[in-house]
């Protein structure tokens, strides 16, 4: 990507010859063909539905290149489940490693309904099923009937070299970003309320409807990823507030702040409370999701204490280098495509 972006996109696509595996990356979107119309109907039935999107059309155009490979990784719900059915239903052969974010957030409470029926079914005939919050995969079991020697927690990773320290000062704001429903923007906000400090909100449009917007709270939407990674750099800190989940939540900015070398104050969800290493006070501040007087309070010590935040900081940086960068991410899903691979010679 020639540095004008992040790899995490790639979903270690470029690291993974590091690993020995020749990969290719293939997505085309939603290219309009003749029956374009009808695909798209089941696709926003089932997002209706789901919450998930269904991009069938793309699963049926791919199904002969699929067929190319010696595993197939689908790396989100929209384009996964689509393949999981075609593979069902006969139609797919080659073994297929399911990345899930947010499936088993999604089916709960609706698992018996005709949609998640039917992701169940589909879902069985897959070889593996990678997530990245540590306790999903309970959920997948509960709600899916995935069996637990097919389910395999993968730490996230983000691209350490995009995403790094640079020079010069805070530019003296607090800085918050997400737009994923389980972002706990009415906490936040009620936190930092009549804090005598600038605050910059990064989120996509709708995403606050209904809610007050403080006076010290700067708002903007849909931020290209160079611009946002520019308000990490002049950020004193950055809050990541999510309500608890079983998925992973956060971690994208969570991961990408830390590893710009910030402070981040988190909520101790159960996707990254065991995961991803964090320790409270060492390399973030974890605070109780939910909690606005606790998240008060981890901001005021943060604005008072800016040397200890700098020592977060510090030890943020070394922690995504150790053990979240996108290469590391590469390698945990080489260990489960070989997995698979050698299952089926």
């Known amino acids: 990507m020639s540095g004008q972006g992040p790899d995490s996109g790639l979903y270690g696509l470029n690291h993974l010859w590091k690993f020995g595996i020749d990969a290719a990356f293939v997505d085309d979107g939603f290219v309009r063909g003749r029956l374009s119309s009808l695909w798209q109907l089941i696709h926003s039935t089932m997002a209706s539905h ?7 059309e793309q699963a049926m155009r791919l199904r002969a290149m699929l067929g190319r490979f ?15 059915l075609l593979r069902h239903c006969g139609l797919v052969q080659t ?11 999604r089916a709960e409470g609706r698992q018996d309904g005709l949609a998640f029926r039917l992701y169940r079914r589909a879902l069985a005939s897959v070889d593996r099923v990678v997530y990245y919050g540590y306790d999903e995969g309970r959920s997948l079991s509960r709600l899916l009937g995935l069996p637990e020697r097919k389910l395999r927690f993968i730490r996230y990773g983000v691209d350490v ?39 910059k909100l990064v989120t ?8 007050r917007i403080p006076q010290n709270v700067e708002v903007q ?7 946002l990674r520019d308000y990490y750099a002049r950020s004193m800190f950055v809050v990541v507030p999510v309500r608890d989940n079983s998925y992973s939540a956060g971690t994208t900015v969570l991961l990408e702040a830390m590893s710009m070398g910030k402070a981040v104050i988190a909520s101790r969800t159960r996707a990254i409370k065991r995961g991803y290493g964090l320790q409270g006070g060492e390399n973030c501040v974890l605070v109780t999701p939910g909690n606005v007087t606790e998240l008060r309070d ?7 204490n800016p040397l200890d935040a700098a020592r977060i900081g510090r030890n943020a940086r070394r922690a995504v280098e150790d053990s979240h960068s996108s290469e590391a991410y590469a390698g945990r899903l080489a260990g489960v495509f070989k997995e698979v691979y ?4």
């Open 50 to 56: 789901t919450g998930l999107g269904f991009n069938l």
């Open 70 to 84: 010696d595993v197939v990784f689908t790396t989100t719900e929209s384009c996964g489940l689509p393949v999981a």
């Open 95 to 105: 073994p297929i490693v399911f990345g899930s974010v947010g499936l088993a957030e």
């Open 161 to 199: 070299d995009y995403f790094r320290p640079q020079r010069g000062g805070a530019a003296g704001f607090v800085l918050t970003a997400g737009k994923d429903a389980c972002r706990d923007f009415d906490i936040f906000l009620a936190a930092v309320d009549g804090l005598d400090v600038p605050v």
């Open 204 to 211: 996509s449009p709708g995403r606050l409807d209904g809610l």
């Open 221 to 227: 939407y849909s931020v290209p990823i160079g611009e």
């Open 298 to 304: 981890a901001i005021r010590r943060l604005l008072a």
């Open 342 to 345: 050698e299952e089926r010679i």
